[in-house]
């Protein structure tokens, strides 16, 4: 057994797995994979810890990808791009920006692996593109057996529109192959404005933006809104100091000093979300898209998102700022409020329906179940889908009756696995054992 221990991000699962193993290529993770079936032992790859379920907990076999982070090639005629597993998208965006290219949609993380993010279904918030999962087409997996397989549309269909995202579950994903479009800008407008009225023009908002997303503050009814749109330019950045002020000093050191207090002593959180929400002002500014997309979060929190029909966003919305005014909640952490149009990835949230997510955060070491409950009872009375990556208690018996394909590719995990090579805990409860 390793001496060494592995925890997420949030510090809500941890692991002390058999052995930790860095492989170098496709060809040492194929050497791991049957080395560990050799010594019946589970094999899961981590990513950079992010999630807070224990998709990546294992008791035998913990791979890193740290060493896993070429970009292969780029074709910039084609419009793609092959990078290895373990390449943090921050780092892929950096390459990319460099050739004169981007990513069309991202997630507002840019710390997580391109493996990592894909098979837990990160997504952005987009009105034409959806998650990063629907901007792949191609992967290159290890199998259970050992083998290299490649996946695409044309070549293994079934394997890739059910791998996709698939939690590392059908084989281990070694290099990922993503749509990529010329480098853009994006004008980002910010803009405080009363929830009231964000729910009823959310039709509106939606429409007129490529873009758009929005948190609103608990225990008040102010929101801070985000549109995105491309722009043909000139670049007009924040200033290094406006940019530090809200981002850094703001969004990050006072909010954590606000989320101590609240944490202390809760009866003031009402109060201090009242303040926090004043504290932003509105602002626009143009910049490349990557650095418009990703913010920086430094103050830990455990999270609970679910992706619901987008038809029921507003009623939702409403239940939600009912369920905290009334069930003596307190909740210092905004809910953030994203969307994505329909894709064919058989596992991912947003499959087959136009998408509304809507993500709930607490302070790390707060006490977050009864809230989490709560708002649970409320997603799933919509057929709502956790995200994969962020705590829920649904199991296989509930998810099958929101994934159209869960079976069909539980069946072929089966068929692919059937030792079990890349299942754990979670894996078995959510695909099925």
Aim: glycine letters at 8%; charged letters at 20%; proline letters at 5%.
């Amino acid at each position: 057994m390793s001496n060494v221990s592995w925890r997420t991000w949030s510090g809500t699962h941890q692991a002390r797995p058999r052995r930790i193993a860095t492989p170098t290529s496709t060809d040492s993770v194929a050497s791991e994979v049957r080395t560990a079936a050799e010594e019946g032992l589970p094999v899961r790859m981590v990513g950079s810890s992010h999630s807070f379920t224990d998709t990546a907990v294992t008791e035998g076999v913990l791979l890193s990808p740290t060493a896993l982070t070429r970009v292969r090639s780029v074709d910039a005629e084609a419009g793609t791009v092959t990078v290895e597993a373990g390449l943090p998208l921050c780092d892929l965006n950096t390459e990319l920006s460099a050739r004169g290219l981007a990513l069309a949609n991202m997630g507002d993380i840019a710390t997580q692996t391109a493996a990592g993010a894909i098979q837990t279904g990160t997504h952005g918030t987009g009105r034409d593109v959806g998650g990063l999962a629907a901007q792949v087409c191609g992967m290159e997996m290890v199998l259970a057996d050992g083998s290299v397989t490649f996946c695409s549309a044309r070549h293994n269909p079934e394997l890739f529109n059910a791998a996709r995202v698939g939690l590392g579950a059908f084989g281990i994903v070694t290099a990922v192959t993503l749509e990529v479009c010329p480098v853009f800008l994006l004008h980002a407008r910010e803009e405080p404005l009363p929830l009231e009225q964000v729910l009823d023009r959310l039709p509106e908002l939606r429409a007129e933006n490529e873009h758009f997303e929005f948190f609103w503050f608990p225990h008040t009814g102010r929101t801070n809104t985000k549109r995105n749109n491309r722009s043909d330019g000139p670049a007009h950045p924040p200033s290094r100091f406006r940019a530090w002020l809200d981002d850094e000093f703001l969004s990050n050191s006072v909010f954590g000093l606000a989320n101590r207090i609240g944490a202390r002593a809760p009866a003031t959180v009402p109060a201090i979300n009242q303040l926090s929400a004043r504290a932003l002002s509105a602002r626009s500014y143009t910049d490349v898209a990557h650095r418009v997309f990703a913010s920086s979060r430094r103050v830990r929190f455990v999270e609970m998102e679910y992706a619901i029909p987008a038809e029921h966003a507003s009623e939702v919305l409403r239940e939600v700022r009912s369920i905290v005014d009334k069930g003596g909640h307190r909740v210092s952490f905004p809910v953030e409020v994203r969307f994505s149009p329909p894709d064919d990835v058989w596992l991912s949230t947003a499959y087959g329906r136009d998408t509304v997510y809507v993500a709930a955060h607490i302070y790390r070491g707060s006490s977050h179940e009864r809230f989490f409950a709560d708002l649970e009872a409320l997603f799933t009375a919509v057929d709502g889908r956790p995200h994969w990556g962020k705590l829920h208690t649904r199991d296989h018996t509930y998810l099958e009756t929101v994934y159209p394909h869960l079976n069909t590719a539980s069946g072929m995990r089966a068929r692919l696995d059937p030792q079990g090579r890349f299942s754990n805990a979670y894996t078995a409860s959510v695909l099925g054992s």
